[in-house]
């Protein structure tokens, strides 16, 4: 017995280090869009069209992985994903126009997604065979990445140059990737016990061909898109929005991202405990109206703190939400509910600021924000109007 739970330690750490990386190489993307936008010239509107490319890649990206996921395991799929993350990290600084911008974020995108069911699929496998929720820790590393990813960028935000800064993230993804990767292949895949996509039920139809479980999985998908799109808005404009609308300095705007990751790392580091007093649907309902709160007053607030602290609120009220939906998902429909809820939430995430670029031409990049209070509002009625079924527990 202690080998095998020494085995799955070793599993649950190397998958912990993905995600982190991930959370890394993404915010340091993102810190660096301000000085990208000024380098092609691009309006708000052309870099959403550009950013578009990211949401492209990622969701086309995500249905196929969950086949390659189910052909060659997830272990190899990560793995793979991250390599390819890692270097395609170092081609926006290249670009010198929009179009070009848009063209390697369709391959920072596919990597992007990629990953993301990988993982999330080896996460989910785990969380059934440990029997306990802890499906948010690994999203915590993801926030705790990203909180080191951005704040990194803020402070080297005036000495490097973003292909400088971006190259040397390339370069430190290679590495983690090399010593974390040979530890993951190395680890066999956590194996649960009743696997719905793939046991047969007696009459010999498989499970995940039930309309009622495709229609769990994708509401759960429409929980995570709700909430991911206000992630996707804090990482491509929340840095934007504290630097043009509140003058905000290049360093104050990347720390604006660095207080809602470190919200989410706080909010997910307490999640398996607070899922399992609460419950699912209290998780999901509180969750939901704290980013509410917080998205109004970070979007809405005349002043740069005013606005860190309701960016630091929002980040605590959708830190558990994601990770949710799409461990329910997954545990419903294995890697297919993970690519099909990821599907839906990482396009929320990754077509959400193309939105916001709209809407901020339109209106202003503060009215544009207030969408993200909209969506965690929505995600809260569908948790309601489902609790039965959708959000066990």
């Known amino acids: 017995m202690p080998g095998p739970r020494r085995d799955l ?34 309006s708000a509107s052309a870099l959403g069209l550009a950013l578009l490319g990211v949401s492209a890649g990622a969701v086309v990206t995500m249905t196929l992985t969950g086949r390659l996921v189910r052909r060659y395991g997830s272990h190899p799929v990560t793995v793979a994903c991250a390599v390819l993350l890692c270097l395609s990290i170092a081609l926006p600084p290249l670009t010198r126009s929009a179009l070009a911008l848009g063209v390697v974020l369709l391959v920072f995108g596919s990597a992007y997604g990629g990953i993301n069911v990988a993982f999330n699929s080896a996460a989910v496998d785990l969380v059934a065979v440990l029997e306990r929720p802890i499906m948010p820790s690994f999203h915590a590393a993801f926030s705790l990445g990203g909180m080191v990813g951005a704040g990194l960028g803020g402070l080297v935000a005036g000495a490097l140059s973003p292909t400088r800064h971006l190259l040397a993230l390339t370069v430190t993804g290679l590495l983690v990737t090399l010593f974390a990767g040979r530890a993951l292949l190395r680890c066999e895949p956590a194996a649960p016990p009743d696997r719905t996509d793939r046991t047969p039920g007696k009459d010999g139809a498989p499970h995940h061909r039930d309309r009622r479980t495709r229609r769990l999985v994708v509401t759960f998908g429409l929980i995570a898109l709700c909430t991911a799109y206000g992630e996707g808005a ?34 997910r580091l307490t999640g398996t405990t607070l899922l399992e ?42 830190a558990n939400i ?11 429909g294995g890697p297919s509910g993970v690519a099909t809820a990821s599907t839906l939430g990482y396009g929320g995430m990754l077509l959400g600021p193309p939105a916001i670029g709209f809407m901020a031409d339109w209106f202003s990049l503060s009215a544009a924000l207030t969408s993200v209070a909209a969506l965690a509002a929505v995600a809260v009625l569908v948790a309601v109007a489902t609790r039965r079924s959708a959000v066990p527990g």
């Open 322 to 332: 994601f990770p949710v939906a799409v461990e329910r998902a997954g545990a419903l």
């Open 277 to 318: 007093r609460l419950g699912r649907t209290a998780t999901v309902v509180a969750g939901g109206t704290t980013a509410v709160a917080g998205m109004l007053l970070g979007s809405l607030a005349p002043s740069l703190w005013a606005a860190l602290f309701g960016f630091a609120i929002t980040g605590l009220g959708l």
């Open 9 to 42: 330690t070793r599993l649950r750490i190397a998958l912990t280090v993905f995600f982190a990386l991930d959370g890394f190489v993404f915010a340091g993307w993102v810190v660096r869009i301000p000085a990208i936008k000024e380098q092609t010239g691009a």
């Open 234 to 267: 804090m990482a491509d404009w929340g840095a934007l929005h504290l630097e043009q609308d509140l003058d905000a300095s290049p360093g104050m705007a990347a720390a604006g991202y660095s207080c809602f990751a470190l919200a989410m790392t706080v909010g």
